[in-house]
């Protein structure tokens, strides 16, 4: 979901088709608003996070078809620029706690719903 | 003025404008929890530091607050309630086919510009699944649930410990009253307060020698004069003693569960969240009968 949050945040395009592949529910709306908030601004991104996921829980625990995945991302290198190719502003990324849920549909896993806390949160 | 775009704005995150001033230039933007605490995934998530307050933290009315941090106005009269992508929303009657088939409504959005004016309005398709989770009563009511502070319950046992439980005596089992109530929290922007409302409705007890017992309020205290062997409204006869020849003071852990039905309403809305639960447990000692003597704990 974050390539192609990421792919998606090239252009701020909050209907760019990588998203419906990986994402869906809560989490797609959630990374549409980010975008389309980007986008009534002028902004794109630019760069991409660091991840660290690591497995919080598993449904079942034998052949799991749920997830619960936490992260703690690292955002300083991707971050909003102005389309003139600047900095949006000064504000820096950072490290941001994430907990994502995923779900196993048709063969195909996908974030349903997630939260990311502020920078600085872990 | 007012130019019809297809817009088509599909807002998740519900937000009482409550926020850190400024955000991390990343693109995380307007999903920040710092921006949307009233996210149950942020719940999960540890607050940043200078975030306001924990997950059902803080307290009083919070500020809304603008692009760069500054104070705004939460409503605007003729351009609605702020949300978390700091646009103002009202509904409104545009006969457009939606724009999607998903089913929605109207509304004009008109959005905070970052020197602190409000630009342009424009119309914009919400999503049915999103306007419930966005319209502010609800979220204020998952905020004035967040803000409930129940009882945990006290149990009480008839024969009272330190005397032990006899095996075919009924046990009286009730919870103290002073927790037993109807309890509410308030949670409030300028001009809307919404209220939520726990009521206990049920207690399961665990009795500890395997059997279940659920009575449907705190239970009735047993006083001097009543029969002790009557059947209690709340209670359990225990057929097997917790004590044995070889563990003489072994217990069996009793525990309450207090149900409790939780509904929010405030501003022309309510709602309900699934039942919160308080519990608490306690140690009894079952002897067989004679066994009192035998144990010297009799009165």
Known sequence: MWRAWVAAGATSDPNHPDLNRYASGDALTKARLALQTARDRGLVSKGEPVLNPRVDSASPPAKPRAVRIRDCIDTTKWLTYKASGELANDEPGGRRDVVADLRLRAGTWKVIGFGIAGVGSC | ?299
């Open chain 2, 1 to 299: 003025m007012l130019r019809r775009g297809t817009l088509v704005v599909l807002l998740a995150v519900a937000l009482v404008g409550v926020g850190t001033p400024g955000w991390a230039d990343d693109p995380i933007g307007p999903i920040d929890c710092n921006r949307t605490p009233n996210d149950p995934y942020c719940d999960v998530l540890a607050p940043a530091p200078g975030a306001p307050g924990g997950p059902g933290g803080g307290g009083g009315v919070q500020p809304c607050r603008g692009p760069s941090g500054a104070v705004v106005a939460c409503f605007v009269d003729g351009r609605g309630w702020l949300w978390a992508d700091d646009c103002y929303y009202l509904r409104g009657n545009l006969a457009d086919p939606p724009p999607t088939t998903e089913a929605g409504a109207w509304y004009l959005r008109s959005c905070l510009q970052v020197d602190g004016s409000i630009g342009p309005s424009s119309w914009a398709w919400v999503a049915q699944s999103v306007q419930a989770r966005i319209s502010l009563p609800s979220m204020l009511g998952r905020l004035a649930v967040s803000r409930l502070r129940l009882a945990l319950p006290v149990i009480r046992v008839n024969p009272a410990p330190p005397t032990p439980q006899v095996v075919q005596v009924p046990t009286w089992l009730w919870l103290e009253a002073a927790g037993w109530g109807q309890r509410s929290a308030t949670a409030a922007v300028p001009g809307l307060s919404v209220t939520a409302t726990a009521t206990p409705v049920r207690v399961d007890w665990v009795t500890g020698d395997g059997a279940r017992v659920t009575c449907a309020g705190p239970g009735t205290p047993w006083r001097e004069g009543m029969n002790p062997a009557a059947r209690p409204p709340c209670g359990h006869t225990y057929t097997v003693a917790s004590a044995t020849a070889e563990q003489p003071h072994r217990t069996y852990t009793v525990q309450a569960t207090v149900s409790w039905q939780v509904r929010w309403a405030g501003g022309g809305a309510s709602g309900g969240v699934p039942d919160m639960q308080t519990t608490a447990a306690t140690a009894l000692l079952v002897v067989r009968a004679g066994g009192i003597n035998t144990t010297g704990a009799a009165r």
